[in-house]
């Protein structure tokens, strides 16, 4: 939105004090480049209809409504552009562990921008036939499925929101001693195909505010985020492609009907998960009071604790002991004009047997400010508005010139 400022017709007679301070004080508030820095060269024009040119080698991802659009990184809501400097990038194949930001590793941030490439936009499912049940089908239906793994053994689901960036739980990522992977694009978990990809994590990001169990030994987990930073940038394809993030003026209304993704109980044999190919549930958005107020039936916690937070989200599913996904990190999707966006991922529960209370969700749209500083080094900017309280000040003290 731009600021328009409207000059009141000139009066008659003589003029006040303030009237000679208030050119020079909206000169002052201008901003200034820095001596030396050359002017930004224009932006060469485009015939109507074609192609802009991508910025980078990766495949880029256009916007969908209300999205925050991955193509090379995360991009969080519909706002001023950050211009931020390019930092150098690690070369060593190491993988770190860190609760704090990732400073030094990303590449500068592209303002935003409507890119039309042979892709449609992030969250969008590679296989439009809903019948098809094959595990390639699946594995296309959806494309950002993670298996995160350590020492090759499947712990957890992971989501892909970016070509080297993956969202999953914290409590999956606190062995020690072990070497965390991903596989993506994998039709069967336990086997590789061709369109299968295996990627060493660099660098593992826990929430620092993470705990294991809050309260009871059995309710709930705090904070129970990470991000999962890849050695090296995926390559989008039919079976590898980032969901949308949604934007912090996303609601989910009460009752809506979403999906639940992933391989079921993470070592139902030991060795694998319940299920080799990717599974889906509906599920339908409870409301978050009701939803506590379940938890209080089935539990000792009193009354004036609550259980289920801000932070966190409800979906019910009557039947889970099939499909058994409370612990296993599973992101929660929600279709908006067909377009995927992640909304939670699961992180605890009563149990797949006690369908009284539903599984627990973490809320994504709770921890954007989060995902964003760790991802760019560099806190989420917040609207404009140290300007406009600048300006009003400065008419207050015009007025009582």
């Known amino acids: 939105m731009e600021l328009r400022c409207r000059t009141p017709a000139r009066r008659q007679g003589p003029q006040g004090p303030g009237a000679s301070a208030l050119p020079l004080l909206l000169l002052l508030l201008l901003p200034l480049r820095p001596v030396g820095e050359p002017r930004p060269a224009p932006h060469p024009r485009q015939a109507p209809g074609t192609l802009p040119e991508p910025a980078s080698a990766d495949p880029g991802v256009s ?30 194949q190491t993988m770190s562990v860190s609760t704090g930001r990732d400073r030094g590793t990303w590449a500068a941030l592209r303002p935003f921008r409507s890119c039309r490439l042979p892709f449609s936009s992030c969250g969008s499912s590679q296989e439009k036939d809903p019948t098809l049940r094959d595990p390639e089908a699946m594995a296309r239906r959806w494309p950002w499925m993670v298996s995160v793994q350590a020492n090759g053994t499947h712990i957890c689901a992971g989501t892909l929101i970016a070509s080297r960036w993956v969202l999953t739980v914290a409590h999956c990522l606190i062995l020690q001693n072990v070497t965390y992977s991903v596989r993506v694009g994998s039709p069967r978990i336990d086997q590789k195909s061709p369109t299968t990809s295996d990627v060493p994590v660099y660098q593992v990001i826990l929430n620092k505010r993470y705990r ?3 309260y009871w030994s059995w309710v709930g987990r705090a904070h129970d985020i990470a991000l999962l930073k890849l050695t090296w940038p995926l390559k989008y394809n039919k079976y590898v492609w980032p969901i949308c993030l949604p934007g912090l003026d996303f609601e989910v209304k009460d009752g809506s009907l979403c999906t639940v993704t992933g391989w079921g109980l993470p070592k139902f044999d030991g060795v694998w998960p319940q299920f080799r190919s990717i599974q889906e549930k509906g599920v339908t958005i409870l409301n978050s009071k009701d939803c506590d107020k379940l938890y209080h039936k089935i539990s000792k916690v009193p009354s004036l604790v609550r259980v289920v937070d801000s932070q966190m989200v409800c979906a019910e599913d009557l039947n889970r002991e099939n499909f058994c996904y409370e612990i296993s990190g599973e992101p929660l999707a929600c279709s908006v004009d067909a377009t995927w966006y992640l909304v939670g991922l699961v992180t605890w529960g009563p149990s797949c047997g006690r369908s009284e209370a539903p599984p627990i969700y973490l809320q994504v749209t709770a921890y954007q400010h989060w995902i964003w500083e760790r991802v760019s080094g560099q806190a989420l900017p917040a609207p404009c508005r140290a300007l406009l309280l600048v300006l009003l000040l400065s008419l207050n003290l015009l007025a009582a010139l």
């Open 63 to 92: 916007c969908g409504p209300s999205a925050t659009c991955p193509s090379d990184e995360p991009r969080l809501p519909r706002q001023a552009p950050t211009d931020l400097s390019q930092p150098m990038t690690p070369q060593t």
């Open 212 to 214: 294991p169990h809050r």
